[in-house]
């Protein structure tokens, strides 16, 4: 079985009609960290929108999870997402429920039913972020780092084989960065996938890993002593 998680050949990111990277060729192997770095505006989140099947691949070739972005159908999205697992810096959990809620609600919506491994499942994720007690919080009720914890366990909820972290620490201060940067790193260390954007160098310096940047429409893998 390949070890290939993915692989993009000279493809081509557009918003609508706007090129806004050409020639990208990567490629991330199973067990790796990436960083995906660049100033704004450079299409970092362009690049991470065509990986999770929110902007198509129209130019080159693009394979992510065992899925060809190519020919991708609106109707392969949901389930290319129950293999990715993806980040967002605004979290993006649902007010209007409980964390637990939160988590059933996705769970379901991936075509879950048993509600005992639903439990055993939730409790497993919001272990592994240091969450565990925290289920029957209102997600407003926690602060931006809990809550990005929370985030992370639920794209944690179906074993994704990569996991995609747009700015995670985006809206964060140094201190919960760093703790939510360890978190991201412990599950790195058990051998998940991770590609994650920012902007943030602070991070990179003390969790040094293989680092791509974007930068005049190209995406190229930089040495750490450069970036
Ligand atoms: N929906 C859109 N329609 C048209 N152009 C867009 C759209 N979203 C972004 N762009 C343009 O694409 C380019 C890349 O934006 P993108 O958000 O991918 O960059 P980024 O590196 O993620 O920036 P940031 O760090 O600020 O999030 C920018 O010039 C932006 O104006």
Known sequence: MSNTVLHLKDASIYQRETLILSEVNIEIQKGEFVYLIGKTGTGKSSFMK?????????????????????????????????????????FKLLNDRNVNENLIFVLKATGWKDRAAMDQKIAEVLKKVGMETKGFKNPFQLSGGEQQRIAIARALLN???????????????PQTSVEVMEVLQQISKNGKTILMATHDYALLLKYPSKTLKCDGQKVFEVVQKTV
């Open 50 to 90: 065509t990986l999770y099947g929110d902007l198509p691949l129209i130019e080159g070739e693009g394979n992510i999870v065992d899925y060809d972005l190519r020919k991708l159908k609106e109707k392969d999205i949901p389930f290319l997402r129950r293999k990715l697992g993806v980040v967002f810096q605004d």
């Open 159 to 173: 074993d994704p084989e990569l996991i995609l972290a747009d700015e995670p620490t985006g809206n964060l201060d």
